[in-house]
């Protein structure tokens, strides 16, 4: 426990650190390298209720303002492609992407027209898995399909007020059994850690989907910003790391024998795109309100404002809040990160990708990690431990939590009423 809450702490300072924007304003567009090619993640930022868990850019509802918003979102795409950026895959995400699955159907349609599209992930929540919204997600060239469940336990549903949107945990075991083997990939997405659940519920949750045998399933650890820290704290009581470590514990010993580890948190009976496209793509583009980008270096993120989001996008602009710059050093350590979350790092790959200097910068941090049992060298790659595995989901969420923070306060500065078309 010291090791991990050592780490948790410096990782928060560093990641505190590390977040801070250095560009706010009028920002120039990021260019693509000649050749490359990009993931473009799509941002839908509406739910029929928000969940009080959810840090993500996300309104309640207003469905003519959701329309204006699809068509500002084709707007900005086509910026990118006038700035000559090739899409191949696609990940869209929010809020809940399937609120108009017909705008949805409409989006999808026009990104494999006009780019080479090879894959497509889409997020959605248990009440939309009716045979209309899916035969227009199919038709959109869906692969993948993430369905937001959190857990099967009817008193942790309840608690985060999922309950009476998506019914009892056996009603959605039953949606979700309906629909296996109608896409590529079905992803059931999974929290941890929540401070009233206990092992036997979680047991219960691994039960559920084995005999399911889901095609994969995503465990998060409960990651929040300090505010949204506040708002569950009053639901569930206070948050704490103390029985993390043997929840995921629980996790790994239960799933490794039938599933492979796609990220320290993702379990796939087969190759397939994950939640985590960072892992996978060293590249992408955000689109959409309070997304986020990763392009030569900078990270970028979009207006967390829907009216100002279409203002810009309307005006031929695109809708840039801000970019960080990473130094050499600083994205040596993010592929540190990102790459090794995904279980394994080429050497000789990400030697040749930093000019001989990969190894040099992190002298200290891989000998420590290998002391530690976190890393091992097999076949040329760096490889994590089932320990090693629990250090990085340590680093993901507090990463992850620091981005919730920066999404919180940019939030903070807009009036959310008004965003909604209030």
């Given at each position: 426990?010291?090791?991990?809450?050592?780490?948790?702490?410096?990782?928060?300072?560093?990641?505190?650190?590390?977040?801070?924007?250095?560009?706010?304003?009028?920002?120039?567009?990021?260019?693509?390298?000649?050749?490359?090619?990009?993931?473009?993640?799509?941002?839908?930022?509406?739910?029929?209720?928000?969940?009080?868990?959810?840090?993500?850019?996300?309104?309640?509802?207003?469905?003519?303002?959701?329309?204006?918003?699809?068509?500002?979102?084709?707007?900005?795409?086509?910026?990118?492609?006038?700035?000559?950026?090739?899409?191949?895959?696609?990940y869209v995400g929010g809020g809940t992407p399937t609120v108009l699955p017909e705008e949805l159907g409409a989006l999808l349609d026009d990104l494999r027209t006009w780019f080479q599209i090879r894959e497509i992930s889409v997020e959605t929540n248990p009440n939309h898995l009716t045979d209309e919204i899916l035969e227009i997600l199919q038709k959109g060239g869906v692969?993948?399909?993430?369905?937001?469940?959190?857990?099967?336990?009817?008193?942790?549903?309840?608690?985060?007020?999922?309950?009476?949107?998506?019914?009892?945990?056996?009603?959605?075991?039953?949606?979700?059994?309906?629909?296996?083997?109608?896409?590529?990939?079905?992803?059931?997405?999974?929290?941890?850690?929540?401070?009233?659940?206990?092992?036997?519920?979680?047991?219960?949750?691994?039960?559920?989907?084995?005999?399911?045998?889901?095609?994969?399933?995503?465990?998060?650890?409960?990651?929040?910003?300090?505010?949204?820290?506040?708002?569950?704290?009053?639901?569930?009581?206070?948050?704490?790391?103390?029985?993390?470590?043997?929840?995921?514990?629980?996790?790994?010993?239960?799933?490794?024998?039938?599933?492979?580890?796609?990220?320290?948190?993702?379990?796939?009976?087969?190759?397939?795109?994950?939640?985590?496209?960072?892992?996978?793509?060293?590249?992408?583009?955000?689109?959409?309100?309070?997304?986020?980008?990763?392009?030569?270096?900078?990270?970028?993120?979009?207006?967390?404002?829907?009216?100002?989001?279409?203002?810009?996008?309307?005006?031929?602009?695109?809708?840039?809040?801000?970019?960080?710059?990473?130094?050499?050093?600083?994205?040596?350590?993010?592929?540190?990160?990102?790459?090794?979350?995904?279980?394994?790092?080429?050497?000789?790959?990400?030697?040749?990708?930093?000019?001989?200097?990969?190894?040099?910068?992190?002298?200290?941090?891989?000998?420590?990690?290998?002391?530690?049992?976190?890393?091992?060298?097999?076949?040329?790659?760096?490889?994590?431990?089932?320990?090693?595995?629990?250090?990085?989901?340590?680093?993901?969420?507090?990463?992850?939590?620091?981005?919730?923070?920066?999404?919180?306060?940019?939030r903070a500065k807009i009036k959310v009423p008004n965003e909604c078309g209030q």
């Amino acid at each position: 426990m010291i090791t991990e809450a050592l780490l948790t702490a410096y990782l928060k300072r560093k990641y505190n650190q590390t977040l801070q924007f250095d560009q706010v304003g009028r920002i120039e567009p990021p260019r693509p390298r000649q050749g490359a090619e990009y993931l473009l993640y799509v941002h839908i930022p509406y739910c029929e209720e928000l969940c009080p868990y959810c840090s993500f850019n996300r309104y309640p509802l207003d469905r003519s303002v959701a329309r204006e918003y699809f068509r500002s979102l084709t707007e900005e795409i086509l910026i990118y492609r006038k700035l000559g950026f090739e899409f191949t895959s696609v990940y869209v995400g929010g809020g809940t992407p399937t609120v108009l699955p017909e705008e949805l159907g409409a989006l999808l349609d026009d990104l494999r027209t006009w780019f080479q599209i090879r894959e497509i992930s889409v997020e959605t929540n248990p009440n939309h898995l009716t045979d209309e919204i899916l035969e227009i997600l199919q038709k959109g060239g869906v692969n993948r399909l993430s369905v937001g469940v959190q857990s099967f336990d009817d008193n942790l549903l309840k608690q985060m007020e999922r309950y009476h949107k998506y019914g009892s945990g056996d009603d959605i075991r039953a949606r979700l059994a309906s629909i296996m083997g109608r896409f590529d990939t079905l992803n059931v997405d999974m929290i941890f850690n929540f401070p009233t659940q206990t092992m036997s519920m979680l047991e219960r949750d691994l039960e559920i989907i084995r005999e399911m045998q889901a095609d994969q399933v995503t465990f998060y650890p409960l990651m929040v910003s300090e505010i949204t820290k506040k708002e569950l704290a009053k639901r569930f009581g206070p948050i704490s790391y103390e029985q993390e470590r043997a929840f995921y514990e629980k996790i790994a010993e239960t799933l490794d024998n039938e599933y492979v580890c796609g990220t320290a948190w993702c379990f796939s009976r087969k190759k397939s795109m994950i939640d985590e496209y960072i892992v996978d793509y060293d590249e992408y583009v955000g689109a959409g309100s309070g997304s986020f980008g990763y392009v030569n270096g900078a990270c970028i993120a979009n207006t967390f404002s829907i009216p100002e989001y279409m203002h810009q996008v309307s005006t031929g602009n695109l809708p840039i809040l801000a970019k960080k710059s990473f130094s050499a050093k600083e994205q040596i350590h993010y592929d540190f990160m990102m790459k090794l979350f995904g279980t394994s790092l080429n050497i000789k790959d990400i030697e040749e990708k930093f000019d001989g200097k990969f190894r040099k910068v992190l002298w200290k941090e891989i000998p420590l990690f290998k002391l530690l049992g976190a890393l091992i060298n097999e076949n040329g790659s760096l490889r994590l431990t089932r320990k090693g595995r629990y250090f990085w989901v340590i680093m993901m969420r507090e990463f992850f939590t620091g981005v919730n923070n920066f999404r919180d306060m940019c939030r903070a500065k807009i009036k959310v009423p008004n965003e909604c078309g209030q």
